[in-house]
């Protein structure tokens, strides 16, 4: 199957390689920015909500790091070793293959911010499907690295996010408590923001 998915991702015309190359990288910036979206839209939410949005992205380095342990344990070549043609450059040899980290992230951010901001799923999981597609696409990995890297992500991520908002939820409480005595509660807050204030 990677030899198929690659053989036909080379004969794609060369605008679609350069779409290939720079969107597997690009979609994480997009996961960043939305995160920045989410996080602003849940500033005022209750301070659960919002330990959800801040906490989702410490639960991402938390599934990427177990992603990196089982990479060293594993050490499985990439796929791209073999003198295969391929869209991307092969990693360099001690970058393994399985999990796909990319996919890991991808599928983690889009299950993170469905804890948050559940209507936006129909967005998020396609656009993580993508990504992790991409990565056997351009020739990097296996189709079994980014499957599991997906299942991975969208599980231990959600997790790891559930797991740290018991600990994230009285620091929102506290610091909103701070900076509501200092500026006034939400509705002040508001009014000086677009204001100028």
């Keep these: 199957m990677y030899r198929d998915i690659v053989d036909f991702a080379l004969a794609t015309p060369a605008w679609v ?7 597997t990288d690009a979609g994480l910036f997009i996961f960043a920015a939305l995160f920045v979206v989410c996080w602003w ?34 050490r499985e070549d990439r796929p791209c070793r073999g003198g295969i043609p391929t869209i991307a450059a092969c990693p360099p040899l001690d970058d393994w293959s399985f999990p796909s980290n990319h996919s890991v992230i991808a599928a983690g951010a ?6 948050a901001w559940r209507a936006i799923g129909w967005v998020v999981v396609p656009l993580a499907a993508v990504m992790a597609f991409s990565r056997v696409f351009v020739g990097v990995h296996y189709p079994h690295d980014v499957l599991a890297g997906f299942v991975l992500g969208i599980t231990l991520a959600p997790l790891l996010t559930l797991l740290l908002v018991g600990a994230v939820t009285p620091v929102v409480r506290l610091a909103r408590g701070h900076f509501y005595a200092r500026f006034g509660g939400p509705d002040q807050v508001r009014r000086l923001t677009r204001s100028g204030g």
């Excluded at 889009?110 to 804890?115: C, N, Q, S, V, Y």
């Design 110 to 115: 889009a299950g993170t911010l469905m804890l």
């Design 17 to 23: 390689h350069t779409l290939a190359e720079i969107g």
């Design 41 to 74: 839209r849940e500033r005022h939410a209750p301070p659960r909500d919002l330990a959800i949005a801040i906490a989702g992205p410490a639960a991402i380095v938390g599934a990427y790091i177990f992603s990196e342990l089982l990479k060293l344990v594993i």
